[in-house]
């Protein structure tokens, strides 16, 4: 991972009065040292803060709380730190609430190995044994499997994906979740099933 990205982003946010984080597959795959191919970044900036000093950056989807900006030369996304409620279509929730603090958002992640949160002075913050876990080599949902899963059914095919790429083996509980919820595959967009096993 090129850190220079990550510092003078975070440097930037800092000036502006904000924290940024290190998350989701770009702090897995750092900590695994594996080569990182996206960055993922979380913030308590809400996108129209972000607007006050990121105006080049992309933000179509910043009603859900997502910005994409190119720096450096790469694509980078950044997400504002919040709470969700309850998933409404299988795939998206009703609603979300910003929020400051990372120990809240930790909870609406799906596995605990892509909940870490890394600061600029590469702390790293782990509030559901996710560090264990991918010391470990285990694939473990957030939470309870069941509902996580009836939340979004891609959930299935992304531990699958995970499991594969890494060599890590699922755990027992969210294999059994899985395993009864399987059916739910045929509930979501057959463009994003297909495009989550092409990866």
């Known amino acids: 991972m090129d850190k220079t990205i990550f510092l003078d982003l975070a440097n930037l946010f800092e000036k502006y009065g904000f924290s940024l984080y290190i998350i989701g597959g770009t702090s897995r795959d750092y900590l695994l040292g594996r080569p990182v191919d996206d960055y993922d970044f979380v913030t308590d900036a809400t996108p129209d803060e972000m607007k006050e000093f990121l105006e080049n950056a992309d933000y179509t989807f910043s009603k859900f709380g997502t910005i994409r ?110 395993k009864n919820n399987r059916h739910l595959l045929k509930e979501l967009n057959p463009d994003k099933v297909r495009e989550e096993q092409n990866k």
Not at 94 to 114: A, L, P, S
Not at 116 to 130: E, P, Q, S, T, W
Not at 148 to 165: G, N, T, W
């Open 69 to 178: 900006l190119s720096f450096y030369g790469r694509k980078v996304d950044i997400v504002t730190l919040r709470t969700e409620g309850e998933y409404a279509d299988y795939r998206h929730p009703k609603t979300i609430k910003y929020i400051r603090r990372i120990e809240e958002d930790y909870v609406r992640r799906d596995f605990t190995i892509n909940a870490l949160y890394i600061d600029k002075k590469f702390n790293v913050f782990d509030f559901c044994g996710g560090l264990q876990d991918l010391k470990n080599g285990i694939i473990r949902l957030i939470g309870d499997p069941e509902k996580r899963i009836r939340e979004d059914p891609l959930r299935i095919l992304r531990a699958e994906r995970f499991a594969k790429k890494l060599g890590f083996v699922i755990d027992e509980q969210t294999l059994k979740a899985i």
